[in-house]
């Protein structure tokens, strides 16, 4: 089964920096997209950044400037490189990532169990 594994959280002064990974595994045929969103205690889950099986890239204005996320393929790996953290940034990180299975040859999204990001004034 498909499975994504998220890395990389922790405990950081404003304007550190973290790195995130997150890892999918299982019976890939193809990966069309992956992306990290984000939820702060009482608040929706929103899209930090994503990226496409072609390259492109979207951000959230909020994190513009500060955040990169990549990927590389042949790891089967999205990476989220955050700059500049603030205290706002803090929340529980999860990646997401629309999958396709190699036997059902159908996409669907998967998602990670999250990861805790702490940005301490």
């Known amino acids: 089964q498909v499975q994504l594994a998220e890395s990389g959280g922790g405990l950081v002064q404003a304007g550190g920096s973290l790195r995130l990974s997150c890892v999918a595994s299982g019976s890939i045929f193809s990966i069309n997209f992956m992306g990290w969103y984000r939820q702060a205690p009482g608040n929706q889950r929103d899209l930090v950044a994503s990226?496409?099986?072609?390259?492109?890239?979207n951000y959230a204005d909020s994190v513009k400037g500060r955040f990169t996320i990549s990927r590389d393929n042949a790891k089967n790996t999205v990476y989220l490189q955050m700059n500049s953290l603030k205290p706002e940034d803090t929340a529980v990180y999860y990646c997401?990532?629309?999958?396709?299975?190699?036997?059902?040859?159908?996409?669907?999204?998967?998602w990670g169990q999250g990861t805790q990001v702490t940005v301490s004034s």
């Open positions: 997401r990532a629309n999958i396709v299975d190699s036997m059902a040859r159908m996409p669907r999204s998967y």
């Open positions: 990226i496409t099986s072609g390259g492109s890239t």
